[in-house]
């Protein structure tokens, strides 16, 4: 596909001054990451914590006229630590959604919401206008292996649900590993991508078939959503870069 339109950022730092990244609710710079949910005085990671960050830039995802689609990849390095707790939680989500929202946090959308949808509608895709990869730490009602523990990563479309999920080796991983994850979406077959890997070579890769045109507006934010509950942990993005072209 030639690319006539093409829009890009690469942050191998976070500056918390930097006019492009939008930091709501609790989400803060810390040491040059981002730090999507508090901590206390101590570095402890506190409950019930939500935040956000989103990239002010707006990207066209498709065009209404032809019907051309983006293809783009989105990169970036985490640590989700719990601090020394045996269980942990929520969890954190890439996510698209509609450039036209004001980004305010959905009310009561900490613990297993992941700060993505107020608990009335976040199984209710008619409701919702979103897609956001998932890495869950807490298993949920609505996760794969509820009701036993099982971290994994998924693809959710307008749901808390997710459409596609595979386990996160995040347990077996020390506290403070780093991750990293790779995100794909190819236009011509609808695929969206997700590997993310460690060090030590343990890795999952998870997809789904998804026509973002039928899910999302021309016009398209991206970012980060994290939150705690009664469980907690750190939701750290050390980098992250973005391609579009259309």
Known sequence: MSAYETVGFDFSFFDKDDPNVLLIGNASVSGGALRLTNTDQLGKPVPHSVGRVVHI??????NKNNGHLADFTSDFSFVVNPKGSALRGDGFAFFLT??????????????????????????????????????????????PNSPNQSPH???????????????????????????????????????LSVFVG????????????????????EWISVGFSASTGDLVETHDILNWSFEAAL
């Open 57 to 62: 830039t707006p990207i066209h995802l498709w």
């Open 98 to 143: 509609s450039a036209n929202l004001n980004f305010l946090i959905p009310k009561n959308s900490s613990g297993g919401y992941l700060g993505l949808f107020k608990p009335e509608t976040a199984l209710d895709p008619s409701k919702n206008q979103i897609v956001a990869i998932e890495f869950d730490s807490f298993t949920n009602d609505w996760d």
């Open 153 to 191: 990563v998924g693809i959710d479309v307008d749901s808390i649900k997710s459409v596609a999920t595979v386990p996160w080796p995040s347990e077996l991983e020390p506290d403070n590993a780093v991750a990293h994850a790779s995100l794909n979406y190819n236009s011509e077959d609808k695929r």
């Open 198 to 217: 460690y060090p030590d070579n343990r890795n999952a890769t998870v997809s789904a078939i998804v026509d973002l045109r039928n899910v999302l507006p």
